[in-house]
């Protein structure tokens, strides 16, 4: 060794032996693979690579010849991939002469091509990169290959090597990977998003402006409304348009029952009465007939004409059964203006059907249907106007017709009284009419409702009687001075509508009490009405009950025998 620490010529042979310390690489662009050159191939027939070499183990010294190679190769380094792949100048840095070729065996024999396989012999060997990744020289010792450092990878073909299947590089020279493209590069996560680019299209105001409604009922296209949701958040006017009308739609689909309250025009009324006091009022006892005549007008103003041919079912309870009556709902209506008419006769009003028409409900009704025939949408107006009339004169009257009696054939009443009978039939057939047409009507207001109420309840000890003298109810038990207690029933009604009633039971002229109470019923307010009105039997009525079972049962039969045509 010299004094500049290079290795002499003379000590060269016994330096490399000994490992040493790879110098740095050269990026794979530096090197010249055309300068180095490539050893020679072994002769063909000499042996099968990949076998074990005869005679030589991992301990064997790393100089010794193999069969088949010169004294040049056989004293080749472990290292001697990565010396050769050093550059020109790195060798000419560190002072190592640059390898002369070996001389091969047999000059004149050209060498088989490394890509294609010997006419005879076994298949030559070819040291190098095969695949994507490189692989240990299988011509070196596996103990001699010392553990280099991994090169970078590069995505680039050696000079030499031609892409179109040429020769492949032989043992000794530098292993380059395949181009391979690999994975796709992943993106980068912290790279910023691309600016959102609207595809709505530009429209002008007045567009826009007219879209907004269509964009509340979500009708419009998906650029329509990309276009609005765009405009509203620069625009304040079709903003607050926008929301009143969404609003509006919201309205169009609410959850809760869009059926009118029955007390609302009563409210409406008390409240435009509270502020400005008409200067002649509505009677008390004539307020539920207003109530109900008005609301079964707004049923029918809200009907379509084919709906006045709809076939209504009348019930009521005769006779111990009950007894029903197919009609239409003008026929429904005549049957009303009929009845009415009593009350209009008594007010000395003109009577529907002429003076000589009979007193009988059922016989007006009858003589209503054979004069009109086939009623229809035209029985309205006649019916809407008397029930006007009626109202007016009886506001004006005030306290000096309550008292006239109207006559009902069988029995009469008084006009106040009468006023509240009629109101009462004309809930249960408004009721009616509503079941054919498919049409929601609620009960009247507790206050009109308890009124009727109170009506039936004073009606049955006379209606007891007279079924007691037609031999469908039990005698009487006692004998009772008119205006004295005796034996009565407790009658409860439940709800806002309701009370307590005691119903006499041997002389509609006693005195019910709580204290001569031998027997109790219990309904409810609307359970009693229907009841009444012959839309369920007695046995039907869901009543809890206690005491005398002969004396509950006379008053539910005597509450159903209320009911008429």
Known sequence: MTGDGRASEGDEDGVRGARRIPGPRGAADDLDLAAVPLPPLPPPGAGTPGEAVPGQSGAEAPGQALPGQSGADAAAPADEDAASAASPDERDTRGEPEPEPAAPDDPAEPEPDACEPAESGPEPHVCGPTGPEPEPDACEPAES??????????????????????????????????????????????????????????????????????????????????????????????????????????????????????????????????????????????????????????????????????????????????????????????????????????????????????????????????????????????????????????????????????????????????????AFECWVHGWDIAEAVAYPYPAPSAAHLHLMIDLAARMLPAALAGRRRAGLAGPARELVVPGEPGRSLHLEIEGHAGGDWYIALDSPAALGTRETAVAQVALDAVEFCRLVAGHISPAEAAAGQEGDREAISDVLFAAASLSRL
């Not at 007045?206 to 949701?229: H, K, M």
């Not at 008390?284 to 009907?303: M, Q």
């Open 145 to 422: 290959r010392p553990e280099a450092p991994e090169a970078p990878k590069a995505d680039r073909t050696p000079a030499g090597t031609p892409a179109d299947g040429g020769p492949a590089p032989a043992s000794g020279s530098v292993p380059v990977p395949d181009p391979d493209p690999g994975p796709a590069p992943e993106p980068c996560v912290n790279a910023a998003p691309e600016p959102c680019v609207s595809a709505a299209p530009v429209l002008p105001h007045r567009d826009l402006q007219a879209l907004l409604g269509a964009w509340a009922l979500s009708v419009c296209s998906a650029e329509e409304t990309a276009a609005v949701e765009d405009h509203l958040p620069r625009c304040l006017p079709c903003a607050d348009e926008a929301k009143r009308l969404r609003e509006a739609v919201g309205l169009l689909h609410s959850d809760g029952a869009l059926d009118l309250d029955a007390t609302l025009r009563s409210r409406v009324v008390e409240g435009c009465l509270g502020r400005r006091p008409a200067r002649i009022p509505i009677p008390g006892w004539a307020a539920p007939y207003d109530a109900e005549t008005a609301r079964l007008d707004a049923l029918l103003r809200d009907i379509g004409d084919a709906d006045w041919d709809a076939q209504v079912r009348l019930r009521w309870f005769e006779k111990e059964r009950r007894t029903d009556r197919w009609t239409t709902v003008g026929g429904v209506i005549s049957h009303l203006t009929a009845v009415d008419g009593l009350l209009s006769a008594a007010l000395g009003l003109d009577d529907p059907l002429g003076g000589r028409a009979p007193l009988d409900p059922t016989e007006r009704t009858e003589a209503s249907w054979a004069a009109v025939g086939s009623p229809a949408r035209a029985v309205r107006e006649p019916w809407r106007a008397q029930s006007h009339e009626l109202i007016r004169t009886a506001s004006f009257a005030g306290r000096n017709v309550a008292e006239t009696s109207v006559s009902y054939g069988s029995f009469a009443l008084p006009l106040q009284d009468a006023l509240v009978d009629r």
